[in-house]
């Protein structure tokens, strides 16, 4: 009987000492949420400091966990806070955590010279579209092999169909035309590639994998219900 009474006493004790279930400390709450994202771990991982604008990424990121009803493991981030003098666009398999292209990509004639500062999901703009898509199927036309795209959010580029917004190589898309006129040639709204790329960009990111196009736009994160 004393041991009986002994055992329920220490028990007794020990959930006071160490209650079960008890709140957690700001170091934990903080550890758990970053276990749960992921996103600055596999930033890490990939080596991305350095090449992609880490905000660029974790936006991306955001809304690939959203949006990846499909288990599709291919994200593209095209980062138009981004001249076009640079390679701003990133075709990453975040299964493998592997950079599969860095590429030159031409914005809208209309969304501005070297850099992209204005958007529309308005036909006729002739201007870029920021926000997530879905790539679709191949076809061959005017531009050559070109690659479809859905737009995903509302308001924002769902009109990429019907405005014939798609992926495809343009010669005006080269380190050659960089050096002559101080930026990339520009397209009518399509995030056109160097011919070289496009082929095998597109044969990679085809087929129903997410694409992200980025710019640090205070008035895309307010209307996007994405990011």
Not at 1 to 30: A, C, D, H, K, V
Not at 93 to 113: I, N
Not at 167 to 196: K, M, N, T, W
């Amino acid at each position: 009987m004393r041991i009986l009474i002994m055992s329920l006493f220490f028990l007794l004790f020990w959930n006071l000492s160490f209650p079960i279930g008890g709140r957690y400390t700001p170091e934990e709450t903080s550890l758990t949420e970053f276990s749960i994202d992921g996103c600055e771990i596999l930033y890490e991982q990939m080596n991305l400091s350095g090449m992609i604008q880490f905000d660029a990424f974790k936006s991306a990121f955001i809304g690939y966990k959203k949006l990846n009803n499909n288990k599709n493991s291919i994200l593209t981030l095209i980062d138009f806070s981004l001249p076009s003098t640079q390679k701003r666009m990133y075709v990453l398999d975040l299964a493998g955590k592997e950079v599969l292209y860095v590429s030159y990509v031409s914005h809208g004639q209309k969304s501005g010279d070297n850099y992209a500062t204005s958007f529309s999901n308005r036909n006729g703009s002739h201007q870029s579209s920021l926000g997530f898509y879905r790539t679709g199927g191949t076809y061959q036309g005017g531009n050559g092999y070109s690659l479809l795209l859905d737009g995903l959010e509302k308001g924002i580029n769902d009109e990429a169909r019907s405005r014939a917004i798609v992926i495809h190589g343009a010669d005006y898309c080269s380190e050659q035309v960089i050096s002559s006129s101080g930026r990339l040639g520009r397209s009518f709204g399509c995030p056109a590639l160097p011919r070289e790329l496009a082929k095998p960009i597109i044969n990679t990111i085809k087929g129903g994998s997410l694409l992200f196009i980025y710019s640090d736009r205070t008035d895309y994160t307010a209307l996007s219900e994405v990011v």
